[in-house]
């Protein structure tokens, strides 16, 4: 089979591997898509080690094509969104059954069952309630998956921040009740303004930026919950300690480590993703092969106009 494997700065090399074996409770699954996620960008940026290979992909959905003994609930030709934690730009994954969620009848590239499961645990995390007032700064890939999950909730209004105009046109058409452009106008103003004073019940940070997060503390009232949603590379970010500590915030760390915790949220991800109340469409904007890994790192660095998500694609037939 063929694999992606990184071996220098922006440099990945499409190489020949052997199909991996899978054990009694594994499943062998077909690569059909595999979503190229920020996290790994300075992975790729900065390149392993010299004499180093590693080898991305964590975002894979697909198709079973072979099962272990063991492997309970899984069958062959099943059409399946799967957690694996490296390998997953490549044609065939193995994968534990029980990491392997069922994706319903529609397109595999909009079942990518991790990053759903990010979004759908930090808004459990975070629990906005009925009526709250909830801001979303950041209106890319994970902003769009919250902004949607928060509006299952039944939220009074969702307040959605950015630097793109294309973006903040996508959150308009996602039912953004208020869209805000920082570089034109203040979001703390219009927070203020649209919630009488008071600030946002809960804010998403889902930019990995510094100016995001600092933002945060502008626009969440006193006991509102700040969640961080966006992963933050880089150099140290700050806060305003004493400010934040003033306010009282509840801090929502919204990444994940616990495989159990993961794997609800892919269940609960990818049960909304097959029964149709959570879609996916128009946020896979970007399609690659895998002989074209690099470009694909690349557009999702430099962010063109009208990009969302870009993942690499291979054949589902």
């Known amino acids: 089979m063929r694999i992606a494997v990184l071996r220098g700065r922006e440099g990945f090399e499409i190489e020949e591997a052997p199909v ?36 991305l992909g964590h975002e894979v959905s697909g198709i079973v094509t072979e099962a272990g003994a063991e492997a309970g609930g899984v069958t062959v030709g099943d059409r399946v969104g799967v957690w ?51 801001v979303v700064i950041g209106a890319g890939f994970m902003g769009n998956l919250v902004q949607t999950l928060v509006a299952l909730r039944g939220p009074r209004q969702l307040i959605v921040a950015d630097t793109r105009a ?15 452009d920082v570089t034109r106008e203040s979001l703390a103003d219009v927070v203020h303004d649209r ?12 930019t990995g930026t510094q100016a995001g997060l ?21 150099a140290p970010r700050r806060v305003d300690l004493a400010h934040w500590n003033w306010m009282a915030f509840s801090i929502a760390n919204a990444h994940f480590r616990d495989p159990g915790t993961i794997m609800r949220g892919m269940e609960t991800g990818m049960r909304l993703v097959s029964s149709g109340v959570l879609s996916l469409a128009g946020l896979v904007t970007h399609r690659f092969p895998l002989e074209r890994i690099d470009d694909a790192f690349a557009t999702l660095r430099d962010k063109p106009e009208g990009f969302v998500k870009a993942v690499i694609v291979l054949p589902e037939g």
């Open 20 to 55: 991996p074996r899978v054990r009694p409770d594994e499943v062998l699954v077909r690569v059909v898509a595999s979503g190229v996620c920020a996290s790994e960008l300075e992975t790729w940026a900065e390149g392993p080690g010299a004499g180093e290979a590693r080898h």
């Open 166 to 180: 294309d973006a903040l046109g996508r959150a308009g058409r996602l039912g953004a009740a208020a869209v805000v």
């Open 84 to 134: 694996v934690t490296e390998r997953g730009f490549a044609e065939y994954v193995a994968v534990r059954a029980a990491y392997c969620f069922p994706a319903g009848a529609g397109p595999l590239e909009e079942a990518l069952a991790e990053p759903i499961a990010c979004a759908v645990n930090a808004v459990e995390l975070a629990a906005p309630r009925l009526g709250d007032d909830v």
């Open 214 to 234: 600092t933002t945060c503390g502008d626009v969440t009232r006193m006991s509102g919950t700040v969640a961080i949603v966006g992963f933050h590379q880089g």
């Open 195 to 206: 919630t009488g004073g008071r600030g946002a019940d809960v804010t998403f940070e889902c």
